[in-house]
């Protein structure tokens, strides 16, 4: 199977795969559904994609509180790296 990327997910696979994360609030209320991209400001991300690639298990997740709200931390895998890998070098 080959994997067909748009940029913006190469971009934030990219970001992930150098030591970042990318933090979604899970609480419900305002923010919910709410993405930060720590040290990312530039970058854009669609929950959709982001969805699909946790799907595909390309991320680990972690739960962290901030002021009382849940997020889950995202970072990128193994398979992930493998999968960025793949597609930089076609």
Request: aromatic share 10%.
């Amino acid at each position: 199977m080959s994997l067909k990327l748009t940029n913006t997910q190469k971009l934030n696979l990219q970001h992930l795969a150098s030591d970042g994360c990318i933090q979604i609030c899970t609480s419900v209320g305002r923010a919910f559904g709410s993405v930060i991209i720590p040290n990312g400001e530039s970058l854009k991300s669609n929950p959709t994609s982001l969805n699909t690639f946790f799907a595909w298990g390309f991320f680990d997740e972690e739960e962290k509180y901030y002021h009382g709200l849940r997020y889950s931390c995202l970072t990128i895998n193994e398979k992930g790296i493998q999968a960025l890998v793949a597609v930089v070098s076609e």
